[in-house]
């Protein structure tokens, strides 16, 4: 029953993997379709990747378990190094939020207009924010509205202080007022969060290595116990049902980490 059991997971495997590829490549026999890596998304990477892991690891260890459990492996640890990227990234952008007010509002207060300042923003600020105001500058280049260009900013932008600052810009635009004392606002409110949200990161940061604590415990309890009594260990490792209990264990400790790092993300 195990067996069969392994054998169907196997299957639904390689159909799913089979649909992947016909759903993203939809190949036209009058056409030619070059595959490219670098335009999937990152899902489809990483599904493809694992794909990959599963096929290698099944056939070097005569064993779908441990290929399974590779690919779970694979999974996590990807996701938690992008996730970890990405959040460095967003934290970056943010501090460079501050920066780009004050280049904006300096350009707006000696006479250039507002469409000039994102400009000149642009060419005095660095990476990664500089990305966002290239992103900007081209599509007022093609000569694409200022507001449409606010405005599906605000909706693709991830940066929750750069959301902030171009929203603020948008309806002082519509509503009329003081650049420069809307700008002085939007900086003290920009400063406040920045450090509320700073405060939250150093009171999370034991919780998130409690997470990481507890995720390796198990593992060192199995090596602890694998030095007194390898025979209890080994049939983990050389029978089916071991197998099983091993994959479910793995899947139980990441999912427990990915939990208790979701439970202490807090974000404003």
Not at 71 to 82: K, N, S, T
Not at 156 to 176: A, C, L, P, Q, Y
Not at 251 to 260: A, E, K, Q, T
């Amino acid at each position: 029953m195990i067996k069969i059991i392994l054998i169907f997971s196997f299957a639904l495997f390689v159909f799913c993997f089979v649909f992947f590829l016909i759903n993203e490549f939809k190949f036209d026999i009058n056409k030619k379709r070059n595959f490219d890596l670098k335009k999937l998304s990152q899902n489809k990477k990483r599904f493809l990747i694992s794909f990959i892991i599963f096929i290698c690891a099944s056939v070097l260890s005569q064993n779908i378990i441990f290929a399974l459990i590779f690919c779970v492996l694979y999974c996590y640890f990807d996701w938690h190094i992008q996730d970890k990227n990405k959040r460095k990234r967003l934290a970056l952008v943010d501090q460079q939020v501050m920066e780009a007010l004050n280049i904006i509002k300096s350009s707006v207060m000696s006479g250039q207009s507002l469409q000039n300042a994102f400009i000149v923003a642009k060419n005095e600020l660095k990476y990664p924010i500089k990305n966002e105001f290239i992103r900007i500058s081209d599509k007022l280049a093609f000569g694409m509205n200022f507001d449409k260009v606010l405005e599906e900013t605000s909706k693709n932008i991830v940066s929750k202080e750069f959301k902030f600052m171009i929203d603020i810009i948008r309806v002082s635009k519509d509503t009329g007022g003081s650049l420069g004392s809307i700008f002085d606002r939007i900086l003290d409110t920009v400063v406040q969060r920045t450090n509320i949200q700073s405060q939250i990161t150093a009171l999370t940061a034991q919780g998130r290595m409690s997470g990481n604590i507890v995720s390796i415990i198990p593992f060192v309890v199995i090596f602890i116990m694998y030095t007194i009594e390898p025979e209890i260990i080994e049939s983990l490792f050389v029978t089916l049902i071991g197998n099983i209990l091993l994959l479910i264990v793995v899947v139980m400790v990441l999912s427990g980490s990915f939990i208790i790092r979701k439970m202490t993300e807090i974000e404003l």
